[in-house]
């Protein structure tokens, strides 16, 4: 593609979607960038245009549907992209097909594995998105198969994860100086859990939380840095108090992601208590930092994590296990080491960012093409 190609993406501001658009920005495309809603942790876009709608609530449905979807509608026909890159939001793929501009949709996970329990009219409006895009990219074989239990024909959708750059999450990162501001000793056992505290549970970080009583009972040099935010944080904490292991947990609340490396670093174990995921970003950055991960038994997770040959997987929602999981990597160095050696191993194989923006750009040049 030439350096005039234009592309708008139409998506959440987060860190996951600001990553194409900086990795294609710098291949010289021009990119302009539509949003509704801010989520995760995205650095300050100096030099994409970015065009801020109102975000859409339970209170504000369906008028502010209709008028954002009228706005992207109008912006759309003004700045005439190539094509668009819809990420997430199949609700608006009625204003993208009223512009009359082809489109491409990449899902992320939670909003296409949800579908069987959503109305028929969410259900209904995300497989007609999927059918007039001209692809439809996902991060997981679990994803493509939920799209085409759906109808969409397998031909239409290509499977690679958001990868993880070598360049910044490798074993070589210095996590010691993030021990030291937690204060935690050399001679401590990190585990680390980087999922959100959402009121919608899936997440299910309290299963972590529940789960270290009984690991610090048999390992008292355990510490667990837990990493995030959202409505359920006061209450995991309240959660960790009540239990009596506060003083093992360091909340840490956000961190920018040009500081989790040295975050993850500074852990041994990685953890995901999630029950409804597909490839998880998270899990792929403590993969190519070396961590021995410990996740729940899904299909997302068990594309990476092979039990007992790079990591271990435990039950969804089951603390007693991920105890006994936990208690078992803390116990034995060398099969930590032999986990975490795996893991990089399996990152560079499948899922670097070079490799996945090379094949995000093949999708593009096949809808310029057509």
């Known amino acids: 593609m030439t350096t005039m190609t234009e592309i708008c993406y139409l998506s959440p501001l987060s860190i996951h979607s600001y990553r194409w658009v900086q990795a294609f920005s710098n291949k010289g495309y021009r990119i302009t960038w539509i949003t509704d809603l801010h989520s995760w942790v995205a650095p300050n876009m100096r030099s994409t245009p970015i065009y801020t709608l109102p975000n859409l609530n339970k209170t504000n449905i369906p008028w502010r549907f209709i008028l954002n979807t009228t706005k992207i509608t109008s912006i759309l026909k003004r700045i005439s992209p190539d094509f668009v890159h819809l990420h997430v939001q199949h609700h608006y793929m009625p204003a993208i097909a009223l512009s009359g501009i082809p489109f491409v949709l990449s899902t992320w996970g939670a909003?296409?594995?949800?579908?069987?329990?959503v109305s028929v009219f969410h259900r209904g409006?995300?497989?007609?998105?999927?059918?007039?895009a001209c692809v439809v990219t996902v991060d997981a074989e679990c994803l493509k198969e939920a799209w085409m239990r759906l109808g969409i024909p397998e031909s239409k959708i290509e499977v690679f994860p958001f990868g993880v750059?070598?360049?910044i999450f490798n074993p070589d990162v210095d996590g010691q100086s993030v021990r030291q501001d937690l204060e935690i000793d050399e001679k401590d056992m990190v585990v680390i859990s980087t999922r959100p505290f959402y009121n919608h549970g899936h997440y299910d970080v309290e299963c972590l939380i529940r789960a270290i009583p009984s690991v610090v009972k048999s390992c008292e040099n355990?510490?667990?840095?837990?990493?995030?935010s959202g409505p359920l944080e006061a209450?995991?904490?309240?959660l960790a108090e009540k239990l009596g292991v506060a003083q093992?947990?360091?909340?840490?609340?956000?961190?920018?992601?040009?500081?989790?490396?040295?975050?993850l670093s500074a852990a041994d174990i990685y953890v995901s208590t999630s029950f409804f995921d597909s490839t998880s970003v998270s899990l792929l950055e403590a993969m190519a930092c070396g961590l021995a991960p410990i996740v729940t038994?899904?299909?997302?997770?068990?594309?990476?994590?092979?039990d007992g040959i790079n990591g271990f997987l435990f039950p969804p929602r089951n603390h007693a296990i991920l105890a006994e999981k936990v208690i078992q990597l803390a116990e034995n160095s060398r099969l930590r080491t032999a986990f975490g050696r795996r893991c990089v191993d399996?990152?560079?194989?499948?899922?670097?960012?070079?490799?996945?923006?090379?094949?995000?750009?093949?999708?593009?040049?096949e809808v310029i093409k057509r």
Not at 222 to 228: D, Q, R, S, T
Not at 248 to 263: C, D, N, T
Not at 297 to 306: A, H, K, M, T, Y
């Open 125 to 132: 409006l995300a497989k007609m998105a999927a059918l007039t």
């Open 346 to 365: 399996t990152v560079k194989k499948r899922a670097t960012w070079e490799y996945c923006v090379s094949r995000m750009e093949a999708v593009y040049e």
């Open 248 to 263: 093992h947990v360091r909340f840490i609340g956000l961190v920018p992601y040009s500081e989790m490396a040295q975050f």
């Open 297 to 306: 038994d899904i299909p997302g997770n068990r594309e990476w994590v092979e």
């Open 111 to 117: 909003e296409v594995l949800a579908l069987p329990y």
């Open 222 to 228: 355990v510490k667990f840095i837990v990493k995030g």
């Open 165 to 167: 750059d070598p360049n």
């Open 235 to 238: 209450y995991l904490k309240n």
